[in-house]
């Protein structure tokens, strides 16, 4: 979608039919949790393959109420990694618990399983993988070191819908799984989150925790927390599912393009037997801050994600991570930058993105895998 020729870095696809969900939950009158987020709950636990899919108001709250509901708390230690958005650790920090951050890899920008095995100690009690851009983490490695040290996997889905791994689609493989909606995904029910699992107990514990921790209404079991997803966010997210695959094919064939045509920046590279659904397109380019202005002037908007790694941001340094040093996702959180690759862009609008990346390439010079490694 471009604005007076301007092409936007990304923009939601709301259509007639979501706008008439919408509408006639409105004439329903049951506009908070009702019939509407029960069914996305049930659509989705069996799109991704799930036994259990909560709905909730964030893909932070759906983070944080993984955490509280398998007991991590004080004393405990989190692994995640840097190469994400705050909320990752944010929500391990409001359990009580420390995040320990692991390095990325430069190549997939995910998590590395060797940094993550590193990192353990007695008090690990969870990792917390991230799927960078739509492309999921090693999670075979990752779930081995799970075994070996008896831990937690709740994976951090918010750009993963429908990402898959040797045919299993995130949201069946770890322990716990968080997914976003937020406006920008893949899917969006314009804020939102769920929370997958094949633990009944568990699931039956973030219920509790969901809704201030009552079974019965106004009988409280236990604190919990107000973290519900409305039926009018439900009945957008209703009309975007069965769109879902097709918004992802359309993804998936302009990275396509974007692999066979683009020159002197680095590509996203995906592992065999993965399914990217391309929630970013990011590549690696030198000058990456001036590289940016120069394709804003060609008429091509873009995005950083993300700009500083999550142990350098001022509450983390205010927490003790400021010396922290970790040379791979520092290096790429001076280089990645993320082009259009929303399924609304037209062919036209593709080519002009390949042009207008090229010419700037052209101009700043190769970023050389050797080089920038």
């Keep these: ?13 709301i259509d007639a039919e979501a706008v008439a969900a919408v509408t006639r939950t409105l004439e329903s009158c049951w506009i908070g949790t009702g019939p509407r987020v029960h069914e996305l709950e049930s659509e989705f636990a069996r799109y991704v393959g799930a036994t259990h899919a909560l709905a909730t108001s964030s893909c ?15 004393g405990d230690e989190v692994i995640t990694t840097p190469m994400t958005f705050c909320a990752t650790a944010n929500s391990i920090v409001h359990t009580g618990a420390t995040p320990v951050f692991a390095d990325c890899r430069r190549d997939t920008m995910n998590i590395d399983p060797a940094a993550v ?13 991230v799927h960078f851009a739509g492309r999921p983490v090693d999670m075979e490695a990752i779930l081995a070191i ?10 951090d889905a918010a750009h993963a819908i429908e990402s898959a791994t040797r045919g299993r689609k995130v949201g069946s493989i770890g322990d716990v799984t968080c997914f976003s909606f937020y406006v920008t995904k893949n899917m969006t029910t314009g804020e939102g989150g769920m929370v997958t699992t094949a633990d009944s107990d568990l699931a039956e514990r973030i219920r509790l925790l969901r809704e201030h921790g009552m079974k019965v209404r106004y009988h409280h079991d236990v604190l919990g927390y107000n973290f519900r997803m409305t039926d009018l966010a439900a009945a957008i997210g209703l009309a975007q599912l069965p769109k879902l ?8 064939a302009i990275a396509a393009r974007y692999d066979a045509e683009l020159q002197g920046v680095i590509t996203p590279r995906v592992r065999p ?19 940016a202005e120069r394709l804003a002037e060609r008429g091509v908007g873009s995005a950083i994600y993300y700009p500083i790694p999550v142990h350098r ?9 400021g010396d922290e040093r970790f040379p791979v996702t520092e290096r790429l959180t001076d280089q990645v930058l993320s082009i259009p690759v929303h399924p609304s862009l037209t062919d036209d609008e593709v080519a002009t993105v390949i042009g207008a990346v090229n010419e700037t390439a052209a101009e700043f010079g190769p970023l050389e895998a050797a080089a920038a490694g």
């Design 273 to 291: 037997g993965v399914t990217h659904v391309y929630h970013q397109y990011t590549i690696l380019v030198a000058g990456r801050d001036a590289f």
């Design 146 to 155: 799970a075994k070996r040290h008896g831990l937690l996997v709740i994976e």
């Design 117 to 129: 095995e590193a990192a353990v100690t007695p008090r690990t009690k969870a990792i917390i993988p």
């Design 1 to 13: 979608m471009s604005d007076e020729g301007f092409i936007t870095f990304g923009s939601p696809i």
């Design 60 to 74: 932070t709250a759906a983070l944080h109420l993984a955490m509280v509901a398998t007991g991590i708390g004080p």
């Design 313 to 321: 941001q001022k509450p983390f340094i205010e927490l003790g991570y």
């Design 245 to 252: 695959a097709g918004f992802n094919d359309r993804r998936r």
